[in-house]
């Protein structure tokens, strides 16, 4: 089955560093897109930023600059570093894949197919 499992979330200090990690298994990574949300407590899950199949990378206009997605096809990695953090960054984190055929916009959350189980980021002041 397919799973989507992230890692590396944390508590961390405002203007620090985190770098999270997602693995995937059981699709043909190549094929889609990979993307970060997050769901802050009281809020709906939003989007992040997203890689595609071409290496495209995307970003919510409030982390651009300050975050990093990337991915390892040989690896099945997705990554987002993520520097500069505020407190308004804290939220469960999520990754996600999307089957991509360069048809979608990949900010709605029904064009994802696939998604893991979250990790936590706290960013404290």
């Known amino acids: 089955q397919v799973q989507l499992v992230e890692s590396g979330g944390g508590m961390v200090q405002a203007g620090g560093s985190l770098r999270l990690s997602c693995t995937a298994s059981?699709?043909?990574?190549?094929?889609?897109?990979l993307g970060w949300w997050r769901q802050a407590p009281g809020k709906v899950r939003e989007f992040v930023s997203v890689?595609?199949?071409?290496?495209?990378?995307y970003y919510e206009d409030s982390v651009e600059g300050r975050f990093t997605i990337s991915r390892e096809n040989a690896t099945n990695m997705v990554y987002l570093e993520m520097n500069d953090l505020e407190p308004e960054d804290t939220a469960v984190y999520y990754c996600?894949?999307?089957?991509?055929?360069?048809?979608?916009?990949?900010?709605?959350?029904?064009?994802?197919?696939?998604w893991g189980q979250g990790t936590q980021v706290t960013v404290s002041s």
């Open positions: 996600a894949a999307a089957y991509f055929n360069g048809g979608h916009s990949l900010r709605l959350f029904a064009e994802y197919d696939y």
């Open positions: 890689i595609t199949n071409m290496y495209n990378d």
């Open positions: 059981g699709l043909p990574f190549a094929n889609y897109a």
